[in-house]
Structures are given as C-alpha cells and as structure tokens.
C-alpha cells in the first residue's frame, strides 16, 4: 500500500523546530535538538531496512520527540503517536502539521493501557522507551492492537549501556545526571527482581534475552535480534547505528523484530 503524501518540503522544517523547542528547557531542549539535528535520510533509512513502509496503519509507540514519528507518516497510510508527556505529544503534533502530513494522530497515552481496538495496526515501532514501562504489560497491549502477521520493533539498553554512563556519562546536563540514572536503574531493577514491583517512570534493565522469551511467550514469532541499527528485511537500505551494541563486552543497545501469530497466541 503505497503513501498518500508527497516528499516533504523540509524547506519549512527549521521554523517548526524553533516553533516547537520552546515547549522544552533544560535535558528535554538538548535532547529535542539532538535528535532533529540528524538528518531526516537516516531515520528514512532504518525504516527502510526494516520495511516499515508503504503500511496501512501504524503505532509509534512512546513517540518522544517526533522525528521517527514525521518519517514514519510520510512512508505509510497513517500513524498513530502516543508518549506520555504532553509537551512531547504537542512537539511532535506542530512539526507534523507544519511538514504538510495531515496523516498523523498524536495522543496522550500509558503504553501498558492504550485506547485502541484490538487487531487496529499493521506495525508497532517502539524506540528507547520499553525500559521505562511495564513491559510485560506492554507486550501484551501489542499484540492485542496488532493485526495476524503485524511487525513489532523495539530498541532498548542492556546492562552495557549502564556501565557505560556510570563509567564516562553520557549527554550531562544541568538538570541531567547520566550517573545517577545509571545508578537508580540498577537500584530499580534489583529490586523489581527481588519484589516484582516497579515505580512507575524509572528504568529497568531489560536484556534482550528476557525481552525476546516474553515476547514468544506472549505469542510472537520469528523474533530477530541484534545490535541498535543492525537487523535488516530488505537490501535497499543500509541503516546507521545510533549506539553501541556492546560496552565494556557487556550488552548495551540492541533491537528487536517480530511478527505476530497469525493462527493466534501459543
């Protein structure tokens, strides 16, 4: 199913950017510049290494900052982005409308509880927000809302990532302590495995073993893992890594793809 849209005029990106930006301050106005400095061909490019495109329906889910979210839009017939934080959701809907894409619904929404029917997409993209959820509460709201043979992918952090910011912390800012994130998610994740209990919006180590058992579990197939920017369905497309697969020769950013049951959960 080929996209309704035309080619972006990204002539108009920069004053959506600068329109957008103000919703942000502190760690939230360096990371919005961060992500938009990158060129829009890279994301255009995973997306395409993914086959993520010519869609009918498709959930970007904990939608951040938008820039997945505007390239996802202009390779489908419609995305749905949610992200709990409502300057995030009002960022993402400006750009959006700014850039012509008038197939784009932005709410507000927990991943563990989304509003949407079941079997309602065709593709689940989740990118750097797993760790901060309920996952398995997460998985199984996925493959509620995902059709027979839907794609999911998620990218999430290993144990790796961690070390790594508690050894030489990464993006440091004012308001931001890449450390004591570090240090708070190891607490947390302790701790989940001692109680099974989580506070909501703090991280969990997640490894991508785990991740991939619970989504079989859950009923997925065909479950592909590999390091942040690595797995690929289609030759035309070389993707670019965003983060190392390993630090410290211990796990550190990595993907997943899966397929839903057609026949149903095991």
């Known amino acids: 199913m080929p996209s309704p849209n035309s080619p972006l005029d990204e002539s108009v990106l920069p004053a959506a950017l600068e329109s957008a930006v103000h919703l942000f301050q502190g760690n939230d106005r360096e990371f919005f510049h961060r992500v938009w400095q990158t060129d829009l061909d890279v994301y255009r490019a995973r997306l395409g290494a993914l086959g993520m495109c010519g869609l009918g329906r498709v959930l970007d889910a904990g939608s951040g900052m938008g820039q997945w979210t505007v390239c996802l ?58 760790m901060l959820t309920d996952y398995r509460k997460v998985i199984t709201e996925f493959f509620r809302v995902l059709r027979p043979g839907g794609q999911l992918y998620i990218v999430s952090s290993g144990v790796g990532w961690y070390v790594y910011n508690l050894l030489q912390p990464h993006n440091r800012s004012s308001d931001y ?70 630090y410290y020769g211990l796990e550190g950013a990595y993907e997943l793809l899966a397929y839903k049951l057609t026949r149903g959960a095991a």
């Open 177 to 246: 302590d890449p450390r004591r994130m570090a240090l708070e998610t190891i607490g947390n994740t302790l701790a989940f495995a001692a109680t099974g209990r989580r506070h909501r919006g703090r991280q969990l180590i997640v490894p991508s073993r785990r991740l991939a058992r619970e989504l079989k579990a859950a009923g997925f197939e065909q479950v592909m893992v590999g390091g942040e920017g690595t797995l690929r369905v289609s030759s035309d497309h070389v993707p670019r890594s965003f983060a190392r697969s390993r």
């Open 73 to 130: 839009a202009e390779a489908n017939e419609e995305v749905y982005g949610v992200d709990l934080d409502p300057n995030r959701v009002r960022a993402a809907a400006m750009v959006a409308d700014a850039l012509g894409l008038r197939n784009v619904r932005m709410s507000c929404q927990a991943l563990e509880q989304l509003s949407y029917a079941d079997e309602s997409f065709d593709a689940i993209f989740s990118y750097g927000v797993l």
